[in-house]
C-alpha cells in the first residue's frame, strides 16, 4: 500500500519560513494537497494540486512535488499558523493521507 | 455558502455496524466531477481516507476497508451514506464527510464538522 511520511513536528520562530515535508515513492506523479488543522476543528484546505492555494489562504502558503518529496512552505510564520498540517496525495483511484506534522510557533 | 453535516450513533458496541449519513448544501452531487468522501481521525491520531461517491455513482473505497465498506448517495436529499460493518474498539474516531471538488485534482475542499463515534462494549 502506498505510504506517505512527514516529520513528526517542525518549530519555527514567527516571521521566519516554515518548511513541512512529505515523502513517498514517485510522489512527484500525483497531485498533493495539504491540510492544516487546529485542535477541535475540521481540517482546511491550503494547497490543492500541488502548488494552487484556495480563495481565502494567504499567500504565504505554498508548495510544491517533485520526485519523492513535497514540500509546504508557510514564508513569515505568524502565531495563527501553529496547527496540524497533513500532506494528502491523489492518483485518481485512491487517497492517501501522510502521518501529520505539527507546526509550533515559537 | 456549502456545509456539510455528519450524523450518527456516538456509541456503539463491537462487531455492529455503523451507518452515518452526510447531509450537504450549497452544491449539487449531480454536477460532473463532484464527489463527497469521508475520512476518519482517531483520537490524536492522523486522518485517514475511507471512500469517496461521484456525481456519477462511481465509487473508490480504501484498499484496506474496501470489504467492510459502502457508499451510497440519494441526490434528491443531498444525502450521502456510509456504512461500515463489524466496527472494532480500535475504529474510535471523528468520521468526517468533505467535498471532493471539480477544480482541486482530489482534493477535499470543504469539510464537515465530524461526529465522534465510540465503540466499546
Known amino acids: 500500500s502506498y505510504e506517505l511520511t512527514q516529520t513528526p513536528s517542525v518549530s519555527v520562530s514567527p516571521g521566519q519560513t516554515a518548511s513541512i515535508t512529505c515523502s513517498g515513492d514517485?510522489?512527484?506523479?500525483?497531485?498533493v494537497c495539504w491540510y492544516q488543522q487546529k485542535p477541535g476543528q475540521s481540517p482546511v484546505l491550503v494547497i490543492y494540486?500541488?502548488?494552487k492555494r484556495p480563495s481565502g489562504i494567504p499567500e504565504r502558503f505554498s508548495g510544491s512535488n517533485s520526485g519523492n518529496t513535497a514540500t509546504l512552505t508557510i514564508s513569515g510564520t505568524q502565531a495563527m499558523d501553529e496547527a496540524d498540517y497533513y500532506c494528502q496525495a491523489w492518483d485518481s483511484s485512491i487517497w492517501v493521507f501522510g502521518g501529520g506534522t505539527k507546526l509550533t510557533v515559537l | 455558502q456549502i456545509t456539510l453535516k455528519e450524523s450518527g450513533p456516538t456509541l456503539m458496541k463491537p462487531t455492529q455496524t455503523l451507518t452515518l449519513t452526510c447531509t450537504f448544501s450549497g452544491f449539487a452531487l449531480n454536477t460532473s466531477g463532484v464527489g463527497v468522501g469521508w475520512i476518519r481521525q482517531p483520537p490524536g491520531k492522523a486522518l485517514e481516507w475511507l471512500a469517496v461517491?461521484?456525481?456519477?455513482?462511481?465509487?473508490r473505497y480504501s484498499p484496506s476497508l474496501k470489504s467492510r465498506l459502502t457508499v451510497t448517495k440519494d441526490t434528491s436529499k443531498n444525502q450521502v451514506v456510509l456504512t461500515m460493518t463489524n466496527m472494532d474498539p480500535v475504529e474510535t474516531a471523528t468520521y468526517y464527510c468533505a467535498r471532493r471538488s471539480n477544480w482541486g485534482e482530489g482534493a477535499f475542499d470543504i469539510w464537515g464538522q465530524g461526529t465522534m463515534v465510540t465503540v466499546s462494549s
Open positions: 514517485k510522489l512527484g506523479d500525483k497531485y
Open positions: 461517491i461521484y456525481w456519477d455513482d462511481d465509487k
Open positions: 494540486q500541488d502548488s
